[in-house]
């Protein structure tokens, strides 16, 4: 699915590193541990853990495109493409609704 349609209906408060035009979205996730390449991986805070934590596994593992609530260090913002947003969680369900038809 390309990218703007997965993000379809989401506030984007700001964005920075590589983008394609039409780029494809592979698989939507928020487990670090599932992300292949091309993947969208979404940082959401828990009560154990912080998904920003695992942002870079999620680009080790192929990830293409990250929604965090907090932008990253200058160096990673090279390496993908990141979209800010206020709130992670909402983000996911929105964008996993998008990309799943749900």
Do not use: W
Request: glycine share 8%; aromatic share 6%; hydrophobic share 40%.
């Amino acid at each position: 699915m390309k990218l703007n349609e997965t993000i379809k209906g989401m506030e984007i408060l700001q964005s920075s590193g590589p983008v394609e035009k039409d780029c494809i979205v592979e698989s939507v996730c928020t487990d670090s541990r599932k992300c292949t390449e091309g993947s969208l991986f979404v940082a959401v805070r828990g009560a154990d853990n912080d998904g920003h934590d695992y942002i870079p596994s999620a680009i080790e593992r192929g990830a293409k495109f990250i929604i965090c609530e907090e932008m990253p260090a200058e160096e990673m913002k090279k390496k993908v493409l990141f979209l800010k947003v206020k709130d992670g969680r909402a983000a996911a369900a929105l964008v996993a609704g998008n990309f799943y038809g749900n």
